[in-house]
């Protein structure tokens, strides 16, 4: 209520009518002076205290950052549609559209000391501008400019010639930007940027009129076609100077202040628009403080996420299994082998997993040819023998059949019943699958992501087995577990996966590596050809045969389409067979064929009925031929390196010398020979995986977008390895020290923000 204050300090209340009256609002005071035998009344706004962050302020700051990216200052209908392209829909989506790198605009650099291989800026004069044509008759655009120390040839190879003459006129003159290149005695830069000056204008007029291009250190984005530097800097400027201080970062202040980070708002303005204090080096490396800080907190939140799953699993109550070795020992009887050391010590961690009390979340990692399939099925007779079903998904119909091929074989042996679901069965066959896995008799069940499907009902599902889990994210492990009552999860894959790829996408896992391959496998020696050597190729694979050895040979199509030039699978057996080896005996193989058709075409190789085995993909994994020495593998430079060393390792599988070659027409782009020499160069999986995620970056390395993971915007877990590991150190002693985050709303409300509902899978968002 108002309030009046005397002279001496003392107060008085004012009633409500004479508030009204005096048109007075709750909170405000007034003071009465004596004067002329009356009062002055004189008003004071209330004092407001800066308040404490609350939940009102933040979410006035989420929907300032929810403003719709179109409404900013200078951003056009056609800019807008552009840059939606990109995801940019909101200001919180340009703030985090980071600069891909800067260029140092703070001095004009004489035209006669330009750097090859430096983006320089400098001014000068046109000489002359005219179109040029090359003796193969390819045209270009050429300006040459001058500032007195020197001259230096400006071209475009895609442009307007009328609007390129008017505007590159003779006695122009301008600033340009561009990196400079070097061609015998002539330095060039190639479609420079330009900044016009007026008639008598000065140059340091034309860079105080511009302080967003020159004078400074720019930001330089990546951009979609249509779009200036100069354009999204200006708009850029409009976003992080009104609404960067929006971008709150509730993180403790024990942590910030341990690991060096900078307020929020302040790293964004850095990261857009650097300061003085900024250097070149640092900047185009990640490495500021700015940089540090945007990547920390994306990384912190990511960690704090998989952290609370992972505690989540720990505390959940679940299967207490018991090992009975009624159908492991008589398995270890039938094999013609003995298990490596990797492959017990794997194996003994899952079985202490199983015994206790909480779901099991296990990763195991095994290069090709490592024998994990061995080892998830030995897991999953553990639970068998404790009266439990097991699920095993994987990624394609053709992966699900090898696996139910191989286990199958196996386990009737046994007296265990192996059922595969996929999405082709139906009618009748399907429901009587679903009516075996719903009453129990079906022990195992092998399938596609159809084994998650509603329609599936498991009578008591103790163990899910998801392999190659990079094609899988966490909603589909979490609908597995959703099967049963809180079953035990094994994960396997035979894509070796870097470290801190493995912390960000696996982090909710605990890992296991089977790291050894079985006795008497021999190198593969892998070398690359080209078309023009193919009678060389065809003169191995006949020698190989005529030694009692088998070959394979892998094309990336099942039939030849009008589209394509690729060699296809069902054309190039017939040519083989017909023209090139008439007197060999060759099957084919791939993913169209019925089930027991690639069952009876398997069991023909390996019982050394076929010579050479013509084959797709689908002998990515699964097939163990020790006899077989060769794979040649057609167009490789259009399978991916994670693929090739999956195929390559079909081979080597017995005690004869093996090689693998990689045939292709000799046209390679730039990343396709970088696959094919890292292939040449080395057999070692985390080798090749390291490369793989250096050339594709880590969402094409996965395969597929990781459902169920916040995106990066920032982070780059090539080069923020060791950030990443400081940034789950934190994430990982906080949860230690407050479990529920009951101290820490805040965090929690931003937590649930970045990870939306993917953290029911733990139950606890």
Same mark, same amino acid.
């Given at each position: 209520?108002?309030?009046?204050?005397?002279?001496?300090?003392?107060?008085?209340?004012?009633?409500?009518?004479?508030?009204?009256?005096?048109?007075?609002?709750?909170?405000?005071?007034?003071?009465? $002076?004596?004067?002329?035998?009356?009062?002055?009344?004189?008003?004071?706004? %209330?004092?407001?205290?800066?308040?404490?962050?609350?939940?009102?302020?933040?979410?006035?700051?989420?929907?300032?950052?929810?403003?719709?990216?179109?409404?900013?200052?200078?951003?056009?209908?056609? @800019?807008?549609?552009?840059?939606?392209?990109?995801?940019?829909?909101?200001?919180?989506?340009?703030?985090?559209?980071?600069?891909?790198?800067?260029?140092?605009?703070?001095?004009?650099?004489?035209?006669?000391?330009?750097?090859?291989?430096?983006?320089?800026?400098?001014?000068?004069?046109?000489?002359?501008?005219?179109?040029?044509?090359?003796?193969?008759?390819?045209?270009?655009?050429?300006?040459?400019?001058?500032?007195?120390?020197?001259?230096?040839? @400006?071209?475009?190879?895609?442009?307007?010639?009328?609007?390129?003459?008017?505007?590159?006129?003779?006695?122009?003159?301008?600033? +340009?930007?561009?990196?400079?290149?070097?061609?015998?005695?002539?330095?060039?830069?190639?479609?420079?940027?330009?900044?016009?000056?007026?008639?008598?204008?000065?140059?340091?007029?034309?860079?105080?009129?511009?302080?967003?291009?020159?004078?400074?250190?720019?930001?330089?984005?990546?951009? $979609?076609?249509?779009?200036?530097?100069?354009?999204?800097?200006?708009?850029?400027?409009?976003?992080?100077?009104?609404?960067?201080?929006?971008?709150?970062?509730?993180?403790?202040?024990?942590?910030?202040?341990?690991?060096?980070?900078?307020?929020?708002?302040?790293?964004?303005?850095?990261?857009?628009?650097?300061?003085?204090?900024?250097?070149?080096?640092?900047?185009?490396?990640?490495?500021?403080?700015?940089?540090?800080?945007?990547?920390?907190?994306?990384?912190?939140?990511?960690?704090?996420?998989?952290?609370?799953?992972?505690?989540?699993?720990?505390?959940?109550?679940?299967?207490?299994?018991?090992?009975?070795?009624?159908?492991?020992?008589?398995?270890?009887?039938?094999? %013609?082998?003995?298990?490596?050391?990797?492959?017990?010590?794997?194996?003994?961690?899952?079985?202490?997993?199983?015994?206790?009390?909480?779901?099991?979340?296990?990763?195991?990692?095994?290069?090709?040819?490592?024998?994990?399939?061995?080892?998830?099925?030995?897991?999953?007779?553990?639970?068998?023998?404790?009266?439990?079903?097991?699920?095993?998904?994987?990624?394609?119909?053709?992966?699900?059949?090898?696996?139910?091929?191989?286990?199958?074989?196996?386990?009737?042996?046994?007296?265990?019943?192996?059922?595969?679901?996929?999405?082709? @069965?139906? &009618?009748?066959?399907?429901?009587?699958?679903?009516?075996?896995?719903?009453?129990?008799?079906?022990?195992?069940?092998?399938?596609?992501?159809?084994?998650?499907?509603?329609?599936?009902?498991? +009578?008591?599902?103790?163990?899910?087995?998801?392999?190659?889990?990079?094609?899988?994210?966490?909603?589909?492990?979490?609908?597995?577990?959703?099967?049963?009552?809180? %079953?035990?999860?094994?994960?396997?894959?035979?894509?070796?996966?870097?470290?801190?790829?493995?912390?960000?996408?696996?982090?909710?896992?605990?890992?296991?590596?089977?790291?050894?391959?079985?006795?008497?496998?021999?190198?593969?020696?892998?070398?690359?050809?080209?078309?023009?050597?193919?009678?060389?190729?065809?003169?191995?694979?006949?020698?190989?045969?005529?030694? &009692?050895?088998?070959?394979?040979?892998?094309?990336?199509?099942?039939?030849?389409?009008?589209?394509?030039?690729?060699?296809?699978?069902?054309?190039?057996?017939?040519?083989?067979?017909?023209?090139?080896?008439?007197?060999?005996?060759?099957?084919?193989?791939?993913?169209?064929?019925?089930?027991?058709?690639?069952?009876?075409?398997?069991?023909?190789?390996?019982?050394?009925?076929?010579?050479?085995?013509?084959?797709?993909?689908?002998?990515?994994?699964?097939?163990?031929?020790?006899?077989?020495?060769?794979?040649?593998?057609?167009?490789?430079?259009?399978?991916?390196?994670?693929?090739?060393?999956?195929?390559?390792?079909?081979?080597?599988?017995?005690?004869?010398?093996?090689?693998?070659?990689?045939?292709?027409?000799?046209?390679?782009?730039?990343?396709?020979?970088?696959?094919?020499?890292?292939?040449?160069?080395?057999?070692?999986?985390?080798?090749?995986?390291?490369?793989?995620?250096?050339?594709?970056?880590?969402?094409?390395?996965?395969?597929?977008?990781?459902?169920?993971?916040?995106? +990066?915007?920032?982070?780059?877990?090539?080069?923020?390895?060791?950030?990443?590991?400081?940034?789950?150190?934190?994430?990982?002693?906080?949860?230690?020290?407050?479990?529920?985050?009951?101290?820490?709303?805040?965090?929690?409300?931003?937590?649930?923000?970045?990870?939306?509902?993917?953290?029911?899978?733990?139950?606890?968002?």
């Amino acid at each position: 209520m108002p309030i009046i204050r005397l002279s001496d300090n003392n107060t008085l209340t004012i009633p409500a009518e004479v508030a009204k009256e005096l048109g007075l609002k709750p909170g405000e005071s007034v003071e009465l $002076t004596p004067a002329d035998g009356g009062y002055l009344l004189a008003r004071h706004q %209330p004092t407001i205290e800066p308040p404490a962050p609350e939940p009102l302020a933040e979410s006035i700051n989420r929907k300032n950052l929810a403003t719709a990216f179109r409404f900013i200052k200078g951003v056009g209908p056609k @800019l807008a549609e552009a840059l939606a392209k990109k995801g940019i829909a909101t200001v919180e989506d340009a703030l985090y559209l980071l600069p891909n790198r800067y260029e140092d605009r703070r001095e004009l650099r004489p035209v006669g000391k330009l750097r090859p291989g430096h983006t320089e800026v400098f001014h000068g004069e046109v000489l002359t501008a005219d179109t040029v044509a090359t003796r193969g008759g390819r045209r270009f655009f050429e300006a040459i400019v001058s500032d007195g120390s020197g001259t230096i040839s @400006l071209k475009w190879f895609h442009f307007n010639p009328a609007w390129q003459k008017k505007a590159w006129r003779p006695g122009r003159k301008g600033i +340009f930007t561009g990196e400079v290149a070097q061609y015998g005695y002539q330095r060039e830069v190639h479609h420079p940027d330009v900044e016009w000056l007026a008639e008598g204008e000065s140059l340091a007029t034309v860079m105080a009129r511009d302080p967003f291009n020159f004078g400074r250190i720019v930001p330089v984005y990546p951009l $979609t076609e249509g779009v200036h530097q100069k354009t999204m800097r200006k708009v850029q400027k409009e976003v992080v100077d009104g609404f960067a201080a929006a971008a709150v970062n509730p993180l403790p202040a024990e942590i910030v202040s341990r690991n060096g980070l900078i307020p929020l708002p302040e790293a964004l303005r850095e990261v857009h628009f650097p300061g003085e204090s900024a250097t070149l080096e640092a900047l185009n490396e990640g490495q500021t403080p700015a940089h540090r800080t945007l990547v920390f907190d994306e990384f912190f939140f990511l960690e704090l996420g998989l952290a609370l799953k992972k505690r989540g699993v720990a505390l959940e109550e679940g299967i207490a299994f018991a090992v009975t070795h009624r159908y492991t020992k008589p398995l270890l009887q039938l094999l %013609p082998f003995q298990l490596t050391n990797a492959q017990r010590r794997v194996l003994s961690e899952i079985k202490s997993d199983m015994m206790a009390p909480h779901p099991m979340h296990r990763l195991v990692q095994g290069d090709v040819g490592s024998g994990k399939t061995l080892v998830a099925l030995m897991a999953a007779l553990v639970a068998v023998e404790n009266g439990y079903q097991v699920a095993i998904m994987a990624p394609t119909e053709i992966l699900a059949e090898q696996h139910y091929l191989t286990i199958h074989r196996w386990c009737e042996q046994l007296g265990v019943s192996v059922t595969l679901i996929t999405s082709s @069965l139906k &009618g009748k066959a399907k429901t009587e699958v679903l009516a075996r896995v719903a009453d129990g008799t079906a022990h195992i069940v092998i399938g596609t992501h159809a084994v998650i499907q509603d329609k599936v009902e498991f +009578f008591r599902l103790g163990l899910g087995i998801v392999d190659e889990q990079h094609r899988f994210g966490v909603i589909q492990r979490g609908l597995l577990k959703k099967k049963g009552a809180s %079953p035990d999860i094994l994960v396997m894959t035979a894509t070796p996966i870097p470290r801190t790829l493995a912390m960000t996408v696996f982090g909710d896992l605990s890992l296991s590596v089977i790291d050894e391959l079985p006795p008497g496998r021999t190198p593969i020696e892998t070398r690359i050809c080209f078309e023009s050597r193919r009678p060389q190729v065809y003169a191995t694979i006949r020698g190989e045969v005529g030694k &009692g050895r088998q070959v394979y040979v892998i094309y990336p199509l099942v039939e030849e389409t009008e589209k394509s030039d690729l060699k296809a699978a069902t054309q190039m057996a017939e040519h083989l067979q017909r023209d090139v080896f008439p007197d060999l005996r060759i099957g084919l193989l791939h993913g169209r064929l019925k089930p027991e058709e690639k069952e009876g075409m398997m069991a023909a190789f390996k019982n050394r009925e076929i010579d050479i085995l013509v084959a797709t993909t689908v002998i990515e994994v699964g097939i163990d031929v020790p006899n077989a020495t060769v794979m040649v593998i057609e167009h490789a430079e259009r399978f991916g390196l994670s693929q090739l060393h999956q195929l390559r390792g079909r081979v080597g599988r017995g005690s004869a010398k093996s090689s693998c070659i990689l045939l292709t027409p000799g046209r390679l782009s730039e990343d396709g020979e970088k696959r094919l020499r890292v292939m040449e160069a080395t057999t070692d999986g985390f080798r090749i995986a390291e490369a793989d995620l250096e050339i594709r970056g880590p969402g094409d390395f996965l395969g597929t977008r990781q459902a169920g993971i916040p995106d +990066f915007r920032v982070a780059n877990i090539l080069r923020d390895g060791r950030l990443l590991e400081e940034a789950r150190r934190e994430a990982f002693a906080l949860l230690d020290e407050d479990p529920a985050l009951a101290h820490h709303p805040r965090l929690r409300e931003e937590l649930v923000k970045r990870w939306g509902g993917r953290l029911e899978l733990a139950g606890i968002a």
